[in-house]
Nanobody, 128 residues
Framework: QVQLVESGGGLVQAGGSLRLSCAAS????????MGWFRQAPEKEREFVAA????????DYADSVKGRFTISRDNAKNTIYLQMNSLQPEDTAVYFC?????????????????????WGQGTQVTVSS
């Protein structure tokens, strides 16, 4: 049974930083495409970042490029999202997602439909 557990959310002032973590268990982590999404109140879930199984490929939403960095440590079965220069519009519940589809990264990685497994989410609140 696959489990994804996010941590690291919290309240931060505008301009501050947070580092989210997502620990995976239940299946081999070495071949999985991982992603971060977020959902603000009354808005649809949106793509934030994705990373291929070997960290060779990463993608970011335009809104976070240059501020957020996705990374992974396969030895720890964990991915991270370093968030810098946070703004109030970054306030949302952040979810990590996983998909083991072969060649997932070559197909598409920026839609919630691309991922089979999801964590429970962690709240990030940025005050102005």
């Amino acid at each position: 049974q696959v489990q994804l557990v996010e941590s690291g959310g919290g309240l931060v002032q505008a301009g501050g930083s947070l580092r989210l973590s997502c620990a995976a268990s239940g299946r081999s982590f070495a071949s999985v495409t991982m992603g971060w999404f977020r959902q603000a109140p009354e808005k649809e879930r949106e793509f934030v970042a994705a990373i291929s199984w070997n960290s060779a490929k990463t993608d970011y939403a335009d809104s976070v490029k240059g501020r957020f960095t996705i990374s992974r440590d396969n030895a720890k079965n964990t991915i991270y999202l370093q968030m810098n220069s946070l703004q109030p519009e970054d306030t949302a519940v952040y979810f990590c997602a996983a998909d083991w589809t072969e060649d997932r990264y070559a197909i598409r990685v920026n839609s919630p439909e691309d991922y089979e497994y999801w964590g429970q989410g962690t709240q990030v609140t940025v005050s102005s």
